[in-house]
């Protein structure tokens, strides 16, 4: 792998950042980018500053959808460390969907060597107020210029640096769902577990539908039956019943959530009862009817954890008024994220805060 080029404008010494920072639509000064082909294999790694994608009206992604991206976050602790959230995971699942629709994997140490190395220089940009962070967008794209459907032969990889507030308007407030069983999403041995635009694109016109009836997100049920719940269109979900927490299994049409995984280890820690399994919607509904659902949540880098307030199926609405469970949940990750509790689980990844040499 090539040494990391370096070409790096005047570094912004102090970041004034909103006070509501919203979710994307603030960048870093720099972006780490890398090229692809057979011959060279991945080369040109550089960090630079942020400037517009060139590309010609061919480049294939653009007409067949050939590309996959991650979205994992850094923090600053209480004592000015900075951090980075389960980095070794995403990155190996950026390989997973990578994998899945012919684009070629990327080196797993040297892309967590290149992202501190972006990071420790735009250190400044992340918000140190609790709540907030700096999310990451590592994304693929393949780059031959020809209208012919087959893989392309050259990519980018890009990784581009937003500092966020809370996802969700409502902040850690309980959301309101909708049960989708008008589109599907997703079906098993398709591109559910991958995260490629492909997925989010299926979501788009049930989620405008559900945000137009006053939701927040749209629960999907399965591709085939119609009859399993899988997971919301940005985040796992969990139903906490009585005596059992469970989680929809993943059979190919779920993503693999690291925050999940991380939730399935905190409860497994905590000595609950665990399942992940085929949960049916007429399961939840009855259980809901007999009052042993004590409550749904939801898991994803981007909330880390949303309480829901509100199911709705067809025409009835089951309500959930017990967060206390889903708030206990959240503060344990985001201590260990920001510090405030020990890593025990060796989630968190420390960025150097020397200043890279140039």
């Known amino acids: 792998m090539d040494k990391i080029n370096y070409q790096i ?6 970041v004034v950042l909103p006070d509501n920072l919203g979710f994307g639509a603030i960048f870093t000064d720099h972006i780490f ?4 082909n057979p011959k060279q294999g991945w080369h040109n790694p550089v960090i ?11 480049t294939m992604f653009i007409h067949y959808g050939q590309a996959v991206f991650e ?27 990578s994998k899945r ?11 967590l060597h290149a992202l501190k190395e972006l990071i420790a220089i735009e250190q400044n940009w992340i918000p140190a107020r609790r709540g907030e962070s700096l999310y990451i967008r590592p994304f693929i794209f393949g780059t031959d210029e020809i209208l012919g459907v087959r893989p392309s032969i050259t990519y980018k990889l890009v990784i581009l640096l937003s500092p966020v507030g809370a996802y969700y308007p409502e902040g850690f407030k309980p959301v309101k769902i909708l049960v989708q069983d008008d589109y599907v999403r997703a079906a098993r041995k398709g591109l559910g577990e991958c995260k490629t635009p492909a997925n989010y694109a299926a979501s788009l016109l049930a989620a405008q539908l559900a945000r137009q009836q006053g939701f927040t997100q749209v629960l999907w049920l399965d591709g085939v039956e119609q009859k399993y719940i899988e ?5 796992n979900i969990f139903v906490r019943f009585k005596n059992e927490i469970a989680t929809p299994k993943l059979t190919g049409s779920i993503l693999p959530g690291i925050t999940r995984k991380s939730v399935l280890q905190i409860l497994n820690d905590w ?6 399994r085929l949960i ?41 008024t017990d967060d206390e469970f889903a708030l206990k949940l959240f503060n344990e990750i985001t201590s260990i994220q920001y510090g405030v509790k020990p890593d025990r689980y060796n989630w968190l990844s420390y960025v150097e805060k020397k200043q890279v040499e140039v």
Do not use: W
């Not at 404008?9 to 102090?14: D, T």
């Not at 980018?33 to 692809?36: G, Q, V, W």
């Not at 997971?231 to 985040?235: D, K, L, N, R, S």
């Open 33 to 36: 980018e890398m090229d692809y």
């Open 48 to 58: 630079k500053p942020l400037e517009d994608l060139s590309i010609h009206p061919a």
């Open 71 to 97: 979205g994992l976050k850094a923090y600053k602790t209480g004592n000015g460390d900075v951090v980075i959230f389960r980095p070794d995971e995403h990155f190996n699942r950026l390989n997973r969907s």
């Open 231 to 235: 997971e919301v269109g940005t985040m």
């Open 101 to 111: 629709i012919c684009i070629p994997e990327v080196d797993v140490d040297f892309m």
């Open 9 to 14: 404008k005047e570094r912004a010494e102090k």
């Open 280 to 320: 049916l919607m007429q399961e939840v509904i009855d259980e809901y009817k007999k009052g042993n659902v004590l409550g749904v949540f939801g898991t994803g880098t981007a909330a880390v954890i949303s309480m829901v307030g509100l199911v709705k199926y067809k025409d009835l609405e089951m309500n959930f």
């Open 271 to 276: 000595e609950m009862k665990v399942s992940e």
